[in-house]
Nanobody
Framework: QVQLVESGGGLVQGGGSLRLSCAASGRTFSNYAMGWFRQAPGKERELVAAISTGGITSYADSVKGRFAISRDNGKNSVYLQMNSLKPEDTAVYYC????????????????????WGQGTQVTISS
């Protein structure tokens, strides 16, 4: 089992920045690919960014150039730096983990991730 706890959400004005953190416990964090998803009211959950055990990253087109995912295996944590935030970024953001020992394997769909955090609300005002 992997337990994930997100933090860092909140209310910010458009153009502002937030940094989400996700702390993992329970298993060897370095063996897990990590992802950030978000779900806005009335919409499906979507991938925002993912990072493999080897540091390979992928981003949704809507956040490329504005968001950055990173991981610190020493701290069992993954981060999402969000800059130039827009009202359409408003959603509940979820951290997710997928067991992928391969350093290049990068899951990109929600069904590939077996562990999820409880979510943190991000609200961007216009």
């Amino acid at each position: 089992q992997v337990q994930l706890v997100e933090s860092g959400g909140g209310l910010v004005q458009g153009g502002g920045s937030l940094r989400l953190s996700c702390a993992a416990s329970g298993r060897t964090f370095s063996n897990y690919a990590m992802g950030w998803f978000r779900q806005a009211p009335g919409k499906e959950r979507e991938l925002v960014a993912a990072i493999s055990t080897g540091g390979i990253t992928s981003y949704a087109d809507s956040v490329k150039g504005r968001f950055a995912i990173s991981r610190d295996n020493g701290k069992n944590s993954v981060y999402l730096q969000m800059n130039s935030l827009k009202p359409e970024d408003t959603a509940v953001y979820y951290c997710a983990a997928a067991l992928r020992v391969s350093r290049t394997a990068l899951p990109l769909t929600s069904r590939e991730f077996g562990y999820w955090g409880q979510g943190t609300q991000v609200t961007i005002s216009s």
